[in-house]
T-cell receptor
Framework: ETGVTQTPRHLVMGMTNKKSLKCEQH?????MYWYKQSAKKPLELMFV???????ENNSVPSRFSPECPNSSHLFLHLHTLQPEDSALYLC???????????????FGQGTRLTVV | GQNIDQPTEMTATEGAIVQINCTYQ??????LFWYQQHAGEAPTFLSY??LDGLEEKGRFSSFLSRSKGYSYLLLKELQMKDSASYLC??????????WGAGTKLIIKP
């Protein structure tokens, strides 16, 4: 248990569906992240929020839409996804944006997404 | 471009020692992290190095050489539960983490 909770753990959706991934942390952290993890590939940073404001968007397709309503919750809204979007989606949080470079990230267990 | 290299897979024997290497080329350097990820689980923090040298934490140690762009994670007295993927990540000049693809470590009895 890392203090970061993601739901659902598994999700199968059709290409025309709309779904949302949820992430929750009660660690008092100020920064939250969405990562995509595909098999045998490096973690891909998708979005970064600091104090509920988006500070990073790494050229992610618009079919992925993040939302951070407060410092404890982060959502990833999904619509019209493609089969290649199938992956493990990880949420993480850290105390700050790593200003000192030593801020470790706490990860949730991820949502295993399959697009059919 | 920025790049982190680590072996895809390694095999070791229970009770033995294994060293997992990581080489990096990044724009700036603000520290190197090692994370452990068991199958189907969240990555968990193992170590952080920002200065050259060896950091020891129980059975696990991490080494850094900034001049060589090189780090290794040393695992001693291997246990079956150490079977996992080990992720190397570097904090670049913008404090953004650049990740390696991970090394899958298989422990055999």
């Amino acid at each position: 248990e890392t203090g970061v909770t993601q739901t659902p753990r598994h999700l199968v959706m059709g290409m025309t569906n709309k779904k949302s991934l949820k992430c929750e942390q009660h660690l008092g952290h100020n920064a939250m992240y969405w990562y995509k993890q595909s098999a045998k590939k490096p973690l891909e940073l998708m979005f970064v929020y600091s104090l509920e404001e988006r500070v990073e968007n790494n050229s992610v397709p618009s079919r992925f839409s993040p939302e951070c309503p407060n410092s404890s919750h982060l959502f990833l809204h999904l619509h019209t996804l493609q089969p290649e979007d199938s992956a493990l989606y990880l949420c993480a949080s850290s105390q700050d944006l790593g200003g000192s470079g030593s801020t470790e990230a706490f990860f949730g267990q991820g949502t295993r997404l399959t697009v059919v | 471009g920025q790049n982190i290299d680590q072996p895809t897979e390694m095999t070791a024997t229970e009770g033995a020692i294994v060293q997992i290497n990581c080489t990096y080329q990044t724009s700036g350097f603000n520290g190197l992290f090692w994370y452990q990820q068991h199958a189907g689980e969240a990555p968990t923090f193992l170590s952080y190095n920002v200065l050259d040298g060896l950091e020891e934490k129980g059975r696990f140690s991490s080494f850094l050489s900034r001049s060589k762009g090189y780090s290794y994670l040393l695992l001693k007295e291997l246990q079956m539960k150490d079977s996992a993927s080990y992720l190397c990540a570097v904090s670049d000049s913008n404090y953004q983490l650049i990740w390696g693809a991970g090394t899958k470590l298989i422990i055999k009895p």
